[in-house]
């Protein structure tokens, strides 16, 4: 690789000098911030005629645009940058990233300008990071604050005779509540104002910070929403208010405008930095989606249901055996964003990290969600970094069954069932659960979630009483969870990659390529490990499909924070 970066480096000092010849229309550079913005950028497209849909373009992604800002601001003809911010859809963590990226693009002396033309609440928390704020006249400012909606199905689904019959462990794994309950139970409750209560007061504190208000001032704002556009610079949470023609005029002057170009116009003219590269690189695996057993999959379609994209087990073991055989990776950072899934299917994860973790330093990155599951296969990495907007934790199981014996019956179908075994009806959706049925049920999941708290105790450093404080299926923000040790930083992936770094020793004045890991096209079976308990056939259970599943370490999906 020194020879490649010889060559590089050579053709740069060579090129640079004309490219610094052209200075006209290089003052600001136009990047639109839409889209959800995914942590890594996606190598492949979808073929024809999938391609032709309209969600089939691939996403910006956080990775890209950090390395577009690094370029921009390595250029000095770049005075700034026009973030517009209409059609971003990013979940709170994402956005925390995007924050963190503009304020690294003003820590090198550039100008950052936000141009909105709707206020929300988290486009508002984005744009106070950047040096202004400008709206169009008829902008309409609704950042209002948040809210969070959980509805309840028990009385839809006896209306139907449809009767869910699931245990959950503990008060706060309330996954199942929205099929069993008619109303949030306390615990419920009280998890749901404590995640409110920690994101407000992010966002309420980063806008105060940007802006030089109060936190008093701000709420005060939010409270009186709608506001004009007019009201909104009055109140000093934006600057000036201008059309998106007039731009170059107020960042330049009525004279001489500034100009305003897009990345694909300057991308070509802009000044190539030098670089040696070191000969190791840090690998990502990424768990992304549900985790599930066997493959991982995307359903083609944005179907509306949390089951579109699944972070299958066998993809991700291999993956990491994949890393872990890699001679150049020197160190492994683990993106998990999934608010987990099978409990079986977490563990194979995690035997697997567990694994490499002896071989190679292991950094887990967390994104928006990676609790339940997510936050099991985290545990056995050496470091974990989270936003302070991510949701993790819910250290807890549930299982059962739907029973839909009341449902035949308003359908008039007569069933006759019969079996071998006493156990045979165990899951059957004929009846609900006995009463030493129930046992057992409850006794298979409180050696899951035994098992779940061991492996916290043991990847934290943690004792089992401390464990037990923080679990009973317990959702925290990543600030929450901070001090309550569950992680070790908060940051973006860029911060999990230097700790990464770190910990494999590299040289920290060369730049360490970081590249994904796949499982590779053939089967790579594990290497000897003196690493103690699982089973040397755990792979093979990690076949049955999820919805065949019987322990869940999920995460309650049906907490959404909404603007």
């Known amino acids: 690789m020194t020879l490649r970066d010889l060559m590089r480096n050579t053709w740069c000092t060579l090129t640079n000098p004309l490219r610094r010849l052209r200075r006209r229309g290089m003052d600001y550079v136009r990047l639109p911030l839409a889209g959800s913005f995914p942590e890594r950028r ?28 690094e370029r921009l601001a390595a250029d ?119 995640i409110l209560d920690d994101q407000y007061a992010e966002i309420v504190a980063a806008i105060a910070e940007g802006r030089g208000l109060t936190r008093e001032a701000v709420r005060r704002a939010m409270d009186d929403v709608p506001l004009t556009a007019q009201e909104a610079v009055e109140r000093d949470l934006a600057d000036v208010l201008a059309y998106e023609d007039e731009l170059g005029a107020y960042l330049g002057t009525p004279d001489r405008p500034a100009t305003i170009a897009s990345w694909s116009e300057v991308r070509r003219r802009l000044v190539r930095q030098r670089r040696w590269r070191t000969q190791q690189v840090v690998g990502v695996v990424s768990v992304a989606g549900n985790i599930v057993p066997g493959p991982s999959r995307r359903l083609p379609t944005p179907l509306p249901t949390p089951f579109t994209e699944q972070a299958g087990a066998d993809t991700i073991v291999q993956a990491l055996r994949q890393a872990e055989r890699n001679k150049r990776v020197a160190a492994v950072v683990l993106h998990v964003d999934s608010p987990g899934g099978s409990a079986l299917a977490s563990d194979l994860i995690w035997r697997e990290v567990l694994r490499l973790q002896k071989q190679k330093p292991v950094v887990t990155y967390m994104g928006n969600v990676a609790a339940s599951g997510g936050y099991y296969v985290s545990v056995p990495a050496a470091y974990i970094v989270a936003q302070a907007t991510t949701l993790t934790g819910s250290i807890g199981i549930f299982g059962g069954k739907i029973v839909t014996a009341g449902l035949y019956g308003k359908l008039n179908v007569h069933r006759e069932v019969l079996q071998r075994g006493r156990a045979a009806s165990l899951y059957s959706d004929a009846t609900p659960f006995s009463d030493a049925e129930r046992q057992k049920i409850r006794h298979s999941l409180e050696n899951s ?37 569950l992680v070790d930083e908060l940051g973006d992936l860029q911060a999990a990659v230097e700790k990464a770094c770190s910990l494999a020793g590299l040289d920290t004045w060369r730049c360490v390529p970081v590249v994904s890991v796949g499982p590779g096209k053939r089967y790579t079976p594990p290497r000897p490990s003196n690493v103690q308990g699982g089973r040397p056939d755990a792979l ?21 924070l909404r603007e």
């Open 449 to 485: 979630y035994a098992r779940f708290k061991a492996r916290v105790a043991e990847g934290r450093r943690m004792e089992p009483d401390r464990v037990e404080e923080i679990a009973r299926g317990r959702v925290w923000t990543g600030r929450q969870a901070l001090e309550r040790g």
């Open 76 to 194: 000095p003809r770049v005075r700034g940058v026009v973030f517009t911010l209409d059609g971003l859809a990013a979940g709170p963590a994402t956005v925390r990233s995007l924050r963190q990226a503009v304020l690294r693009f003003r820590e090198r002396g550039k100008q950052a300008v936000a141009y909105l033309t709707q206020v929300t609440t988290w486009r508002l928390y984005l744009a106070s990071a950047a040096d202004e704020i400008l709206l169009p006249e008829s902008a309409i400012f609704a950042a209002a604050g948040l809210q969070i909606e959980t509805t309840f199905l028990r009385d839809t689904l006896a209306q139907f005779g449809v009767e869910v019959d699931i245990e959950a462990l503990r008060e706060y794994k309330v996954f199942p509540d929205r099929f069993r309950r008619s109303e949030m139970s306390d615990a419920h409750r009280e998890m749901l104002d404590a």
């Open 540 to 560: 093979l259970h990690a076949l049955s499909p999820l919805l065949r599943e019987r322990v869940f370490a999920l995460l309650p999906w049906d907490i959404r």
């Open 42 to 69: 996606e190598k492949e497209r979808l073929r024809f005629p999938w391609s032709l849909l309209p969600w089939a373009a691939i996403e910006m992604s956080l990775e890209t645009l950090n390395e577009q800002l």
